[in-house]
């Protein structure tokens, strides 16, 4: 039977390919150009269930030996049973979680901020400004920005 940390170098790679896609998400996010990024989204996806059903192993593999199936009895067997070099490779995946948790946390934050601009952009062509044009009654624009103004003193 294998054991827990098995398979612990393929979920390192499959870590690493999803930290390669979040930064080639976080570019295209970064541009004003989309394109290529349902590609991406289509390979996080791989890779998240790729990554799924190696933890799920793992989880089994510490289970049948009577370990709790998370990472807290994941390190429990580690300090027990780990070889030196499962320990350093427990220890990077560790680490390329946390950088692919802060690349996806920024993502979010940079696809929440296109959202925003691309409401805003629809409000304005469907004419719901607050008076239903561009233009009020004294011929100054109704659009009300809440940007500093360029140019103008």
């Known amino acids: 039977m294998s054991h827990p940390a098995s398979q612990l170098n393929q979920e390192k790679g499959a870590m690493q390919r999803l930290i390669e896609k979040l930064r080639q998400e976080q570019a295209l996010l970064s541009e004003a150009s989309a394109e290529g990024m349902t590609e991406i989204i289509t390979d996080k996806a791989a890779i998240v269930?790729?990554?799924?059903?190696?933890?799920?192993?793992?989880?089994?593999?510490?289970?049948?030996?009577?370990y709790v199936d998370d990472e807290t009895g994941m390190q429990k067997w580690m300090n027990e049973q780990g070889s030196d070099a499962d320990k350093d490779i427990w220890a990077d995946l560790f680490e390329l979680a946390q950088d692919a948790k802060e690349l996806n946390r920024v993502n979010g934050l940079l696809i929440g901020k296109k959202?925003?601009?691309?409401?805003?952009?629809?409000?304005?062509?469907?004419?719901?400004?607050?008076?239903?044009?561009?233009?009020?009654?004294?011929?100054?624009?109704?659009?009300?920005?809440?940007?500093?103004?360029?140019?103008?003193v």
């Open 49 to 66: 269930a790729e990554m799924t059903t190696l933890a799920g192993n793992r989880h089994r593999q510490l289970a049948e030996l009577g």
């Open 115 to 152: 959202l925003s601009v691309n409401q805003n952009a629809l409000t304005v062509l469907q004419g719901k400004t607050g008076t239903g044009s561009f233009y009020g009654p004294d011929g100054q624009s109704s659009i009300k920005s809440s940007g500093r103004r360029l140019g103008v």
